[in-house]
């Protein structure tokens, strides 16, 4: 069973630009969830996706969208970088049965650093 | 305040120990509780989860939770080098669609 897969593994972008991340979740897995993880801080959530449509969003700005394709993998798209968005960008993938979700299974991220 | 609430350490323990982990909440909404190991550089690994208050083992891992002081605990038993990593709780949001984190504690288990 392959689990929850991200690339690129590492980013350097500039201030301004824009950026795409890419998730492919676990086999089996309808929902995708993305989370910001600052140096020194736990995952923030950023937003989640189910069926392809947007199932919950955090605190994060309009320019930080998403997309979820039809094999369940997701992108994050990120405009207009800004220096705080340096961080580890984490993809998490759920199950579709059982309860809550509380079972969410992370990839290993892809760290950004914007200059 | 933070939703989550977690003491960043470091902890530094020999090999051997016992270690208490710990976080707090302040939502009384919060049913699930879940421990995640992060090793540098990796994505959280889920170690266990637990729904509502009480007690559940996993080989040398309890995860505890005590919904009336609103406080979670994960404990390790026999601790080994490679527990080295850092602890984060988590708790499912309302909505149950988001994990709400604490800042997690590095954990350093030396031989």
């Known amino acids: 069973e392959t689990g929850v897969t991200q690339s690129p593994t590492h980013l350097i972008k500039t201030r301004g630009q824009q950026v795409t991340l890419r998730c492919s979740s676990q086999s089996g897995h309808n929902t995708v969830s993305w989370y910001q993880q600052a140096l020194g801080q736990g995952p923030q959530f950023i937003f989640q996706y189910y069926r392809e449509e947007e199932n919950g969003r955090g605190n994060f700005p309009p320019r930080f969208s998403g997309l979820q394709f039809p094999n369940y993998s997701s992108e994050l798209n990120v405009n207009a970088l800004e220096l705080d968005d340096s961080a580890l960008y984490l993809c998490?993938?759920?199950?579709?049965?059982?309860?809550?979700?509380?079972?969410?299974?992370f990839g290993p991220g892809t760290r950004l650093l914007v200059l | 305040q933070k939703e989550v609430e977690q003491d960043p350490g470091p902890l530094s323990v020999p090999e051997g120990a016992i270690v208490s982990l710990n976080c707090t909440y302040s939502n009384s909404a919060f049913q699930y509780f879940m421990w995640y190991r992060q090793y540098s550089r990796k994505g959280p690994e889920l170690l266990m989860y637990t729904y509502s208050s009480g007690n559940k083992e996993d080989g040398r891992f309890t995860a505890q939770v005590d919904k009336s002081s609103k406080y979670i605990s994960l404990f390790i038993r026999d601790s080994q080098p490679s527990d080295s990593a850092t602890y984060l709780c988590a708790s499912l949001g309302g909505g149950y669609n988001k994990l709400i984190f604490g800042a997690g504690t590095r954990l350093a288990v030396h031989p």
């Open positions: 998490a993938s759920s199950p579709p049965t059982g309860g809550a979700g509380e079972t969410q299974y």
